[in-house]
């Protein structure tokens, strides 16, 4: 079965007057011709325009998107499927999130961290431009804050796998709910942690973040011996080993 993108949020009086339509079009249907001259005015799928391409790292990028469509909304720590023609051929992936629910221009943005292998990934970080149209998939996804929030948090990442992080911390600062989070992160090297900048000054900002990061070119990766080591010696000492898991 051919995978679609979501059915856009489309108003009322709109569908009505391409129900009217529809007596004129037969047998094709009004949506038929919009979607010849413009996907993005069709309302069977949801699409979206890349506005532009952000780097955030040496590999890594955000890609941020205008929906066609009034966007219907997401939670931090959901994913999206998104899916763009290459070659003729509409390919998908799923990708977090990366943008505030709400955000005040209707934008959305996804952050990719460059696969050379892949297909996707380097077709948005090499080839992809402003202006390049996409489809939508339906917003996905359980990782969340848990309701109600635990007195202490402890978060774990590595890599890409920051980018719901991301999204469920900025959460916290926005709600200034940062009480007692630990977020421990694994990273190459410190120039290659994605958002680095922004958890950096976050914990400077808020005295409630504790950061903790991992370089594994000179430490190592996370292993159970070495976080029981690190839980003795390094940052957090007390702090992380209270913290609950998420």
């Known amino acids: 079965m051919v995978e679609r993108a979501a059915a856009p949020k489309v108003p009322a009086l709109r569908r009505r007057l391409l129900k009217a339509a529809r007596a004129m079009t037969t047998p094709l249907l009004p949506d038929d011709y919009l979607g010849l001259l413009d996907p993005r005015w069709s309302t069977r799928e949801a699409t979206g325009t890349i506005v532009r391409i952000q780097p955030e790292t040496d590999g890594a990028s955000t890609v941020v998107i205008k929906p066609s469509h009034e966007w219907q909304g997401h939670e931090p720590g959901q994913y999206l499927r998104i899916g763009a023609e290459i070659d ?27 696969v050379d292998e892949g297909l996707m990934s380097p077709w948005f970080l090499k080839q992809a431009k402003p202006g390049t149209l996409v489809f939508l998939g339906e917003v996905e996804g359980t990782f969340q804050l848990p ?14 796998g920051i980018t ?23 990273a190459r090297s410190p120039e290659l942690f994605i958002f680095g900048d922004m958890f950096r000054e976050l914990q400077g900002r808020r005295p409630g973040y504790l950061l903790h990061e991992r370089i594994t070119s000179e430490q190592g990766r996370i292993t159970p011996t070495s976080s029981t080591r690190s839980s003795r010696t390094g940052v957090s000492a007390t702090r992380s080993s209270r913290a609950h898991a998420r």
């Open 147 to 160: 309701d109600p929030l635990p007195a202490k948090i402890l978060s774990i990442s590595a890599g890409s």
């Open 164 to 186: 719901p992080v991301m999204a469920l911390q900025r959460q916290l600062d926005r709600t200034d709910l940062i009480a007692d989070v630990v977020h421990i992160h694994s």
């Open 88 to 114: 003729g051929v509409r390919h998908w992936r799923a990708y977090s999130i990366t943008s505030d629910p709400g955000h005040p221009e209707g934008l959305l943005s996804i952050t990719i961290k460059l």
